[in-house]
């Protein structure tokens, strides 16, 4: 049995690709990041993948029906580089492809009611968010039994 390769959807051969991503018609760059939500005893951690991505490229909020709302937008400029060949003269360089982008991301997660949503922070770190929800901590009394007295 030999192994197929197939492109696309499988029905378009690969030229297409080259035809339709051009100045006037982009190539659609609809993927989502990847989310990860865990759980432990003191708080819930939702991890977002986001490769090239900066705290400025992000946007987390709670709206007004109390859900956590995670934004991310990564603006693709057209960037001509300048650079030097090996005999030190200046040549332009631009991209010819380019998929390294996300454009816009929005994801909205539903909250827990045990989240302390005063205690709510975020960092960015080797191309993940991470967002500490951290559960508020409800003090047990201990249990005692007593008799009560009967009048």
Sequence with gaps: MTPIRRTQNGWLPEIFNDF???EWMPKTKATAPAINVLESDVEYKVEVAAPGMCKEDFNI??????????????????????????????VNVRYLRREFAYSRF?????LPEDVDKKKIGA??????????????VIKEEPKVAQNIEIL
């Design 61 to 90: 909020k709670i709206n007004e029906n109390n859900d956590l709302v995670i934004t991310m937008e990564k603006k693709n400029e057209e960037t001509k580089e300048s650079k030097e060949n090996e005999n030190g003269k200046p």
């Design 123 to 136: 960092k960015v770190e080797n191309g993940v968010l991470t967002i500490s929800l951290p559960k508020i």
């Design 20 to 22: 339709f991503d051009t």
């Design 106 to 110: 929005q994801q909205t997660l539903i």
